[in-house]
């Protein structure tokens, strides 16, 4: 079982994360980009049990360079802005 965290919206942290996400390179696919109206979204901040490393994690269900759903891990930097949600 992993433990569950958020990242603190506007704080250093979530600025970071973002950069890295969005500052990523995708290998386009064969047929050419694909008109895409989906945005990539921050689904919580996971640690395993075997890992004690806290890792943000994004995904784009439609990404308009590949053309399939794609998925990041991003080490966190920062605990002290993550918080557990009610």
Request: glycine residues 4%.
């Amino acid at each position: 079982m992993a433990n569950f965290r958020c990242l603190t919206r506007d704080s250093k942290e979530w600025h970071n994360a973002w950069a890295i996400v969005l500052n990523t390179q995708f290998t386009e696919r064969k047929r050419g980009a694909v008109e895409s109206y989906e945005r990539w979204q921050y689904m919580g901040t996971h640690q395993t049990i075997d890992d004690p490393t806290w890792y943000h994690h994004f995904r784009h269900r439609f990404h308009p360079q590949t053309g399939q759903s794609e998925r990041l891990q991003v080490q966190c930097a920062d605990t002290s802005a993550l918080y557990t949600p009610n």
